[in-house]
């Protein structure tokens, strides 16, 4: 049984998606549209420290180390 990746696992550097989940297809989850690319900063370490960035448009984001992801380096 495969076991998905999660955010805590990727090293600082790696590139990355949000692991795909059910939703509406219109912003909400979905298989249907592009996943945005992030790379990680760094480790999480409060609630309220970004440790990733939106590589099309360098927004700083804030992932959760049990977030499921896919590394696509």
């Known amino acids: 049984m495969s076991i998905p990746l999660?955010?805590?696992e990727?090293?600082?550097g790696a590139t990355f998606i949000s692991f795909p989940t059910d939703?509406?297809?219109s912003g909400h989850g979905g298989f249907?549209?592009?996943q945005y690319v992030f790379t990680k900063l760094r480790q999480s370490v409060g609630s309220k420290d970004e440790n990733a960035m939106r590589n099309c448009d360098g927004t700083l984001?804030?992932?959760p180390s049990s977030m499921q992801?896919?590394?696509v380096e």
């Open 61 to 63: 984001s804030l992932f």
């Open 69 to 71: 992801v896919i590394n």
């Open 10 to 12: 990727l090293h600082e």
């Open 23 to 25: 939703g509406d297809d």
């Open 32 to 34: 249907r549209k592009s």
């Open 6 to 8: 999660t955010f805590g």
